[in-house]
């Protein structure tokens, strides 16, 4: 048995909702994003049926219903591909150092209860 995926994905997309200088993309979002001027960049105009899957996606996570402020900012719309990763956040503008430390902070307290091992790895 490997370590609970599905747990740690959810874990952090818990701390993406919670901090408005990130966006983020995992295997189970991905697939409302849309590239381009599809998905969720019309969630701008309301014309969206990724916005309103998002939102729903997200109500049993949360245990409320995700606001529109957030599920507007909440997933990456450079239409960037996972990869090799299972998720990534992304950040509006640089970081600072200190904006990093707190992130990494904030996914060890998501992760470290379940037991995950993971590995950082950042971008310019």
């Given at each position: 048995m490997g370590p609970p995926v599905h747990e740690s994905i959810t874990a952090l997309e818990k701390v993406a909702v919670?901090?408005?200088e990130v966006c983020m993309?995992?295997?189970?979002?991905?697939?409302?994003?849309g590239t381009g001027d599809t998905g969720v960049r019309d969630?701008?105009?309301?014309?969206?049926?990724?916005?309103?899957?998002?939102?729903?996606y997200f109500k049993p996570l949360l245990n409320r219903e995700l606001p529109d402020e957030i599920c507007n900012r909440l997933i990456s719309k450079t239409g960037?591909?996972?990869?090799?990763?299972?998720?990534?956040?992304?950040?509006?503008?640089?970081?600072?150092?200190?904006e990093v430390m707190e992130l990494i902070k904030k996914i060890d307290?998501?992760?470290?209860?379940?037991?995950?091992?993971?590995?950082?790895t950042t971008k310019n």
């Open positions: 919670e901090m408005p993309m995992d295997p189970y979002v991905e697939p409302y994003a969630a701008y105009t309301g014309t969206s049926t990724s916005h309103q899957a998002i939102k729903e960037g591909s996972l990869g090799e990763y299972d998720f990534y956040f992304e950040w509006f503008r640089k970081p600072t150092t200190a307290t998501a992760l470290t209860p379940l037991g995950v091992h993971y590995t950082i």
